[in-house]
Nanobody, 120 residues
Framework: QVQLVESGGGLVQAGGSLRLSCAASGGTFSGYVMGWFRQAPGKEREFVARIRWSGGLTYYADSVKGRFTISRDKAKNTVFLQMNSLKPEDTAVYYC?????????????WGQGTQVTVSS
């Protein structure tokens, strides 16, 4: 059973940086797509970025393009989200998620989330 554990959240001033980590276990991830999502208070969860485990192809939401970078370390089974030039509107709980292939619609495994707070 695949499990995801996020870490790296915290409080940062606007313009600062944070790197989130997502440690994956319980499976082999060839073919998987790993994603980051976020949910701000009172808002729906929204997509942030995704990466294909094999090949490393990435895709970003327009709101974070050019500021955030998703990557993965295959040897450590870990996915990262490097967040630069943070804005107060990036404040949210950030979730790591996984789905078995690019053609699978829904992400079926989720982490517990990590809080990111950006102060102005």
């Amino acid at each position: 059973q695949v499990q995801l554990v996020e870490s790296g959240g915290g409080l940062v001033q606007a313009g600062g940086s944070l790197r989130l980590s997502c440690a994956a276990s319980g499976g082999t991830f060839s073919g998987y797509v790993m994603g980051w999502f976020r949910q701000a208070p009172g808002k729906e969860r929204e997509f942030v970025a995704r990466i294909r485990w094999s090949g490393g192809l990435t895709y970003y939401a327009d709101s974070v393009k050019g500021r955030f970078t998703i990557s993965r370390d295959k040897a450590k089974n870990t996915v990262f989200l490097q967040m630069n030039s943070l804005k107060p509107e990036d404040t949210a709980v950030y979730y790591c998620a996984a789905k078995r292939s690019i053609t699978t619609i829904a992400y079926d495994t989720w982490g517990q989330g990590t809080q990111v707070t950006v102060s102005s």
